[in-house]
């Protein structure tokens, strides 16, 4: 009986073992599958990517607007190098320009990425010599004389014999000497560039450009206390670190109410107003019978009503006009007195800046947070306002956002890992299909090599968004920090979703089939089950089932890059939509400027490219050698890219380099947890001494980035660290009251205080039209753009009295100006010196020319004009510091008091004879007077103006009003 009862289980555990093996695709048609589509993949990707480039050449030198745009707006210092019209005119500037062209040309962030790719191209290349040279005859030899013991086609499995799945024992201990060499490898790799991201770093905060600007010595200061929430209170702040004797110029955030959101729904406003207008007069000479209809905003109080259609061109009218109104009410009721929990902290040296910020890195305070401040234009002014713990919330719920997309992202994503990936899984549950499989193996391959790969991709070019918005609500402080928090989600969403749960789920679907098919029909117990499954040997041989997949995955990638270069959507784009849309002037406008690159997607595909290679290369070493050729192909593509086409949006001056840093090292060391896999399923006997011999890899790892970190991190960030002896600390300022007031208010100065209204653009064809459609008002700033548009002022005319105007009325009561545009003007080059369009395509205050966005609208400086040479102050040690700068002045609005009266009755904004302007008395004498221009208020800022005052500019240490 018992003989009997063993003669059952065994029977038993044979057919576990053996639907087992036919679940994991054991059988010859799985893998010719497989291996016709990695052939497919490689052979249409390197076809469709070689007919892109041939249409690049023969494309490129007639159409300058999309595959040049840089070469036509830069100015000349950040001017790429010039290109002929032949085919290959682009070769000698791609690949004979020099690293330090690239950093004056097309600034850091862009080197940065450049020296990553190129990184990556030479580490590839090394690791798919060493790795195929170690790894692929190991595989194959006992790969081969493995199937000979079998009744099996080598020639129908041979995308197969360059894995370990037919390894077993001490052939392990081959992989446990790659996970060294790899590990090596990299290592060497990340420390080469790390020296030379410092080299390029220091040269940086060396250049003219960075030691002339204001915000390289000025700190910003969050959290603070209410009892020092004033100019004084952030001076106190700062001398309580005693680091430095100079002292700062100091201005604290004021509150500018909901002038942000009232900007934000005119600009909206105005835009759709501009969709409207472009679409209704597409053809002036036959206007639409029916006039536009839209549904008002659920943020305008004059409609209750939400679900009512109205007159799209009056309403909008209205609403802008409504909108301008309340914005100028707010922006005269702002008072400095209410301040805020940030301000800006400004000194004469940028080494006394980077010794205080060096200083306060690890402490707090006065409980404040000191750092180094921001580009005003890189902040983003509606999180400094936020307290620690309302971040640390808000971090919270943006994680639990992220998890939640992440587990939703689950559903289809397993779908595809499990079907399309490996279609033999869907022919295993439907039987129908198998038949249909088995009849058109060929096509099916061609679906198994194309569609799974392009679908996986589909999601991701949403996700930046959707991670950037969550990233904002979460609290971060400036755009930089942003974009690497968003670099930083993505590849954690990519490595989960694709390494984790893509790879692994079809071992997790094949258990689950099998417990669920002997559970029914055999009645085996869940637990003789398990006992059959080994799950390292599982998740082992489905890893390298899948392996295909990620060889066709990557080839495609090269086509991803091909179509960068060629620049295909943007010009299919243009084209359909000038033909088949109505374009508005501005989209028009904004179309032929350079675009921004998005700095944070293309790392992450770099990342996560070189962690699929990494993780794969002992499973698939074919993955290698896809990498390092997709690298050598894309290195040179965004070479092209960024040089002639791209510009940087926000410089950060390469600060992504940490989050690349440590995610190699986070690839390097998911490649040995996979090594540890392998040698965990078929090291036998001697896997125990195999794993110990590994557990040295992720500490060195560890070790390595500590010493890059305490090595190089300090200098990539601060231009000096200020160390001093042991106990001697910085002598304390004597006289307080002789500090000199920077503009720095005036230079981090909310946007909202000096921001321009946006203006309707409409083309000049509907010029004549735009009277008779038109009936409300704008009150907005226009745009310096007298050459290339026209603003134009009507009235309305009477229809009782003609060649009279009609009678004010609410709908119309005043000239309504507009700009109108040309077809020949409608051209970035026309506009770039208008912050509305270059603070979008990377203007910096000088890559478009020194005139392009360098002073703020409306501002002292651009009213002054050539007057401050004339007053010497273009000699000043201010002046010196941010003349060509990116952080301008600004006039503040009537109302807006740049001091608190409580702390000082007057403007301390001298005019060489010891008075200082008021808002009562052009002139008043100042109660600290002294006898010479270097008194007490020598350089403090001036009183923010209203329109119609006299600006009076402020003079310096050693100098009077006229520059003696």
């Known amino acids: ?256 109410k909901d002038i942000p959101d009232l900007i934000e729904a005119h600009e909206e406003a105005v835009i759709e107003l501009e969709k409207v207008l472009a679409k209704y007069l597409k053809n002036p000479n036959k206007l639409p019978v029916v006039r536009p209809l839209c549904t008002p905003s659920k943020k305008d109080p004059e409609y209750t009503d939400r679900t009512q259609k109205v007159d799209a061109i009056d309403y909008l009218t209205a609403r802008i006009q409504r909108l301008e109104a309340q914005i100028k009410e707010v922006r005269e009721s702002i008072d400095k007195r209410d301040a805020l929990s940030y301000g800006f902290a400004s000194y004469e040296t940028i080494d006394s800046a980077h010794k205080v910020a060096y200083t306060a890195r690890n402490k707090n305070p006065k409980g404040t947070t000191v750092r180094l401040a921001p580009k005003p234009k890189d902040i983003i002014w509606k999180n400094l306002t936020l307290d620690p713990k309302t971040r640390r919330w808000r971090r919270i719920v943006n994680n639990f956002w992220i998890s939640l997309l992440t587990l939703l992202y689950f559903i289809p994503n397993a779908l595809i890992a499990v079907f399309l990936s490996k279609l033999t899984n869907l022919g295993f549950v439907w039987p129908e299909f198998q038949t249909e499989l088995n009849k058109h193996s060929d096509f099916w391959a061609v679906v198994q090599g194309l569609a799974a790969p392009a679908l996986t991709s589909l999601f991701y070019y949403f996700l930046p968004i959707i991670f950037r918005r969550l990233s904002i609500k979460a609290g971060d402080q400036t755009k930089t920090s942003r974009e690497r928090h968003v670099t930083a989600q993505l590849y954690a969403f990519f490595v989960f979703n694709n390494l984790f749960v893509f790879s692994l789920f079809s071992a997790v679907f094949g258990m689950i089939v099998l417990i669920i098919s002997l559970a029914k029909d055999q009645h085996v117990s869940f637990t003789s089950i398990l006992k059959q499954i080994a799950f390292f040997d599982t998740t082992m041989r489905t890893l390298c089932e899948v392996s295909p997949f990620w060889v066709t995955w990557l080839v495609q990638r090269n086509l991803g890059a091909a179509i960068d270069l060629a620049q295909g959507v943007n010009l299919a784009w243009g084209s359909f939509s000038r033909k088949f849309l109505n374009p508005t002037p501005r989209e028009l406008i904004s179309r032929t400027a350079p675009p921004p690159f998005d700095y944070a997607s293309y790392y992450n595909y770099f990342l996560f ?185 009507m009235k309305r005319m009477s229809k009782e009295h003609p060649g009279k105007t009609a009678s004010a009325t609410p709908a119309a009561a005043a000239p309504a100006p507009f700009e109108f545009v040309s077809e020949s003007g409608m051209d970035f080059e026309h506009f770039k010196n208008r912050p509305e369009f270059s603070d979008e395509h990377g203007g910096e205050g000088s890559v478009y020319g020194a005139g392009s966005s360098i002073h703020r609208p409306d501002t002292p400086a651009s009213l002054w004009g050539d007057r401050d040479s004339q007053r010497g102050r273009s000699s000043s040690r201010d002046s010196e510091r941010t003349v060509g700068g990116e952080e301008p002045g600004v006039m503040y609005p009537p109302g807006y008091h740049h001091t608190p009266s409580a702390l000082r009755d007057y403007s301390p904004s001298p005019d060489g004879f010891g008075r200082v302007q008021s808002r009562e008395s052009p002139y008043q004498i100042s109660p600290y007077q002294s006898g010479d221009a270097a008194g007490l208020v020598g350089s403090a800022a001036p009183m923010g103006q209203a329109r119609g005052y006299t600006p009076y500019r402020d003079g310096d240490a050693g100098r009077d009003y006229f520059g003696r």
């Not at 499973?619 to 040089?643: G, R």
């Not at 060195?700 to 600390?729: H, N, P, Q």
Request: contains cysteine; proline residues 5%.
């Open 1 to 256: 009986m018992e003989s009997a009862m063993s003669n059952t289980l065994l029977r038993r555990d044979q057919s576990i073992e053996e639907k087992f093996e036919q679940l994991m695709s054991n059988n010859p048609l799985g893998a010719e599958v497989s291996q016709d589509s990695v052939l497919i993949a490689i052979g249409t990707s390197f076809a469709i990517t070689g007919a892109i480039f041939v249409g690049f050449l023969i494309l490129r030198p007639f159409n300058t607007i999309v595959y040049a745009p840089r070469l036509r707006h830069a100015d000349e210092k950040h001017r790429p190098p010039p290109m002929g019209k032949s085919l290959f005119a682009w070769y000698r500037p791609v690949f004979k320009t020099s690293e330090p062209e690239y950093v004056e040309k097309i600034g850091l962030d862009a080197t940065v990425f450049l020296r990553f790719a190129r990184m990556c191209r030479n580490m590839f290349c090394v690791l798919a010599i060493v790795g195929c040279a170690i790894i692929v005859p190991v595989n194959v030899t006992n790969s081969v004389s493995f199937q000979k013991n079998f009744d099996g086609s080598l020639a129908s499995k041979a995308i197969f014999l360059m894995t370990p799945r037919d390894l077993f024992g001490d052939i392990f201990w081959a992989f446990v000497v790659l996970a060294y060499v790899m590990d090596i490898i990299v290592c060497g790799f990340l420390w080469w560039t790390y020296r030379a991201i410092h080299r390029l770093r220091r040269q940086y905060m060396e250049s003219p450009d960075y030691q002339n600007s204001l915000h390289s010595r000025t700190l910003m200061i969050t959290d603070i206390n209410r009892s020092f929430r004033s100019d004084q209170g952030l001076v106190e702040i700062t001398d309580s670190l005693r680091t430095t004797p100079e002292v700062p110029r100091a201005s604290i955030g004021r509150n500018v």
């Open 609 to 793: 490219y070189s962690t699929v290679a990494l993780c794969f290369a002992p499973l698939q070493p074919i993955t290698l050698v896809i990498v390092a050729i997709y690298f050598a192909l894309d290195s040179w593509m965004k070479k092209y890219l960024l040089m002639y086409v791209f510009c940087t949006k926000n410089e950060s001056g390469g600060a992504f380099w940490r989050v690349l840093f440590n995610r190699m090292l986070v690839g390097a060391f998911l490649s040995n947890c996979i090594i540890a896999l392998l040698v965990a399923a078929r090291g036998f006997g001697s896997k125990w001494m195999m794993l110990g011999s590994m557990v040295p890899l992720p500490i060195g790892l560890l070790a390595f980035k500590f010493y890059c970190k305490r090595t190089f991190d300090s200098e990539l960030r601060y231009y000096t660290k200020g160390e001093r002896a042991k106990g001697i600390e910085a002598p304390t300022p004597i006289d307080k009251e002789s500090r000199r007031r920077d503009r720095v208010a005036v230079r981090f100065g909310h946007p909202a205080l000096y921001q321009k209204l946006t203006v309707p653009m409409v083309h000049e064809k509907s010029k004549h039209l735009l009277a008779e459609v038109y009936r409300g008002r704008l009150d907005g700033d226009l745009g310096d753009t007298a050459a290339f548009s026209d603003v134009y002022t």
